[in-house]
């Protein structure tokens, strides 16, 4: 399990750094729209701001198609309109054109005069030269076209990696009606595509993967490998998953091809998906779920149309045991929850929310096929794609509480054999409750939802492990932080533990929640305290930090939140040079183990 848990990490990473250009800038879209909107800084050092302090090197062109995309620019202020209409009536007198350059974009007069006429306390040229001292010089960013432009002093470029690709993902895929027959339930596990669909000999990005797995294989669950990988691994790792992925073999014999099922590269280097012990029944439907899921997420990650085929065959294939989990169970839902917690798990950590919510997506399709709309275990299931679809709204949560309640009300009277949905729902309630704010009612849920669960599903249960992390973050939200952070430490740790190895990016995510509650324990004790709280968060976030920028990659979603909240530790010791220069820092160390750290 160790090795299946790790190693696909590697190659399931790789896909939030080649999926689109969106993407990329996505998890900087605050920041950019704060330093290019608010703070109005140009173009030019914004991006070797983001480029010294992310590694976000992306080109001039691709960074104007972000900003019209995002409709980000720099909208003229009375202060800015003024100093333009004052520049000019400077070009009239000096017979220079007739055009100021503001944040690079250009302004006439006919744009002056438009913006008079849009103002309601602006009523002509002389109110709005009124705005500025006449003595006051334009800011760097406005300035007479045909003028010299001022260029502040640069620091020297990065020497980052090179950035991930940008292309669009794969087209929707439908779902095949209709359950699998017993014949295509025996076949997955020995499935190979019609040769006309293998991948040519000239495919030569991925080669080998073992020689990109083998450095950081744990020898064991207990903690990695003691051996630390080199530097020429690493290397060999950010070329391969960026933008122009060198050959890491020698070009793949026909014959290598054919014992490698068509993909090009042996996926059996990432262990036996079928034992995996994280799907706590260990039922074939529920494993082969997962084994799909994963495997739909690796190919499709590659950005290569030769493997659409190997893609559209997992992910179908994750769809009918998703169905027959439905069908087939004695007690309906029981297997679904299993095998989905720990889809959710191993995806959300990797950052890999944009496929989970497709792979939920066409899962509540199956159990709305199946059940119907109003069947309480279809809308039970449902619910994980409500609340990644609210997430990414942007929009305040707004959960209907009383509906949650009448659909645990309905599982629990329509299935009385399948206590573990029933538990869910009433998860589902719970969680509602904490998203809406109502603290103390959600925390008093959530104690009696963990013992439950823990009585039901097992102790190291991932819908235990989420009740438990759950009632951390209530209790953190009612301000007992020390509290929180002993829940998270002594209770959820060991039981993470006991499904994923040490270096897995699933345990990166708790330590990087328990730096935060570092952080906030730092902001109400006295400076002793606070040096030593802060000294435990960065410890944590280094480990962290580096971890997930050499696999997951420096532009996931993951890595840009742990990048920032290191800055916000770093800021708050006063260290501010070394908060600037983190990106440069993490790309000089090595993965390591955080065995020991609590």
Known sequence: ?????????????????????????????????RLYVNERIRLNELREMMKLKYGLDQTEKQWKTMLRQWKFKHNLN?????????????????????????SGQKVTRSSIRKYIQRSSHIKSEADLLAKINPNETAPTYIRLASATPIVPHQPSPSTSTVSPAVCPGPSHVNLTKGAPTNQIVRSTQGYHLPSEHRFSASHTH????????????????????????????????????????????????????????????????????????????ATQFSSTFVANSLRWCICDSQNNRKYDEHANYHFHTALWYFACMLRDCPQPGEDCISATSIAIAILESVGQSRRLAKLLAECNQVSTQALGSSNPLSRTLGFAETILQL???????AYDIKHLKSVHQEILSRYPRSRGPALVAEFNVAWAQLEMKQ?????KELQGIFAECQSHFGASHMHTIMALASLARATMKLGDIREARRILVSEVRPRIRSNFPEN?????ELDHRQAFMLMQLAKLTDEHNKSNYLHQAENLLRHVVVNRHHILGSNNPKSVQSFRLLSDVLEQQNRHQEAYQIWEWTRTQLPQSNAGMS
Not at 91 to 102: D, K, P
């Open 391 to 397: 997430r990414g709204s942007g929009k305040p949560p």
């Open 78 to 102: 009375p202060s800015d309109a003024a100093h333009c209409l004052k520049l000019l009536n400077e070009a009239t007198s000096r017979g220079l054109s007739q055009t100021v350059i503001f």
């Open 439 to 443: 603290y103390e009612v959600a925390r």
């Open 1 to 33: 399990m160790s090795s299946m848990a790790w190693d696909s990490v590697l190659v399931l990473a790789r896909s939030d750094r080649v999926e689109c250009r969106d993407d990329i800038f996505e998890p900087y879209k605050d920041e950019i729209h």
């Open 504 to 508: 897995h990016p699933y345990v990166w």
């Open 206 to 281: 991925l080669g080998s993967l073992e020689s990109l797995i083998a450095p950081f294989r744990p020898s064991a669950l207990d903690g990695p490998s003691t051996t630390p990988p080199s530097t020429g691994a690493l290397d060999r790792i950010n070329m391969a998953l960026s933008c122009h992925p060198i050959a890491l073999a020698d070009p793949v014999s026909l014959s290598e091809l054919n014992e490698h099922h068509g993909y090009g590269f042996d996926e059996h280097v990432w262990g036996d998906f079928s034992r995996c012990p994280q799907v706590n029944d």
